[in-house]
């Protein structure tokens, strides 16, 4: 039973390419949620996705990021052109229902972006 | 304002010995839950504990042991018997009730350095 698999688990990307960070969800679960660590600080929140819906994007930056989360295939988290400032580690976490009461978020393992 | 704050950036503790990591929290909501998570040097995020705002009682999971204090809003983690695999980051995080019950708030986490 495979838990959360993020890839890649290291990307290193130059000032203003794209970067695309990959999430499969543990098996039968069909929420997902991105979080951001910079650097010496703790995770916080940047979007929730169920399949095909964004339910709550309030703590992703206005532009140039952008979430997805198909019917088929893995959720997606996009920075175009990326700056020195998005260079963190991102972990998606996945859970069956909605989150509610007792009911942990699984955490992938991380994606660490690093922007030259 | 601050949902999570962990007041000790940095501890260190002798091996075989307990240590306590601190964490308060800031909800006027009901209903929440309280988690603790570990951070390797390798990078995931390892959830060790969790503690509900209606549970009577701490909750225990093996070396990990929760003190709750409701009215003075705490929920410190109680490592007994430190190990040096136990040298880590250590994050507070607190999910509350209502329409955004599936959001973590994290502290900025504390570093346990076990020494032998």
């Known amino acids: 039973n495979a838990g959360v698999m993020q890839n890649p688990r290291h990307l290193v990307r130059r000032r203003g390419q794209e970067a695309r960070l990959r999430c499969s969800p543990m098996k039968g679960h069909s929420h997902v949620y991105w979080y951001r660590q910079l650097p010496e600080e703790g995770l916080k929140f940047m979007v929730y996705l169920q399949k095909e819906n964004i339910i709550d994007e309030s703590g992703m930056p206005k532009e140039r990021f952008s979430a997805e989360f198909p019917k088929e295939g893995p959720s997606i988290l996009r920075i175009q052109q990326v700056v020195r400032g998005d260079s963190a580690a991102y972990f998606c976490?996945?859970?069956?229902?909605?989150?509610?009461?007792?009911?942990?978020?699984?955490f992938g393992p991380g994606t660490r972006l690093t922007v030259l | 304002a601050q949902k999570i704050t962990q007041t000790q950036p940095g501890m260190f503790v002798q091996e075989k010995e307990a240590v306590t990591l601190d964490c308060t929290y800031d909800?006027?909501?009901?209903?929440?839950?309280l988690f603790w998570y570990k951070q390797p040097s390798s990078g995931e995020m390892i959830f060790l504990i969790y503690q509900g705002s209606y549970d009577q009682q701490n909750a225990t999971e093996g070396r990990y042991s929760l003190n709750f204090q409701k009215a003075r809003k705490s929920a410190n983690l109680v490592i007994s018997a430190s190990q040096l695999g136990d040298s880590a980051m250590y994050f507070c995080?607190?999910?509350?009730?209502?329409?955004?019950?599936?959001?973590?708030?994290f502290g900025a986490g504390t570093t346990v350095t076990v020494r032998a």
């Open positions: 909800t006027s909501d009901p209903s929440y839950g």
């Open positions: 976490a996945s859970s069956q229902d909605r989150v509610a009461s007792y009911n942990e978020q699984f």
């Open positions: 995080a607190m999910r509350e009730g209502g329409r955004n019950d599936y959001k973590l708030s």
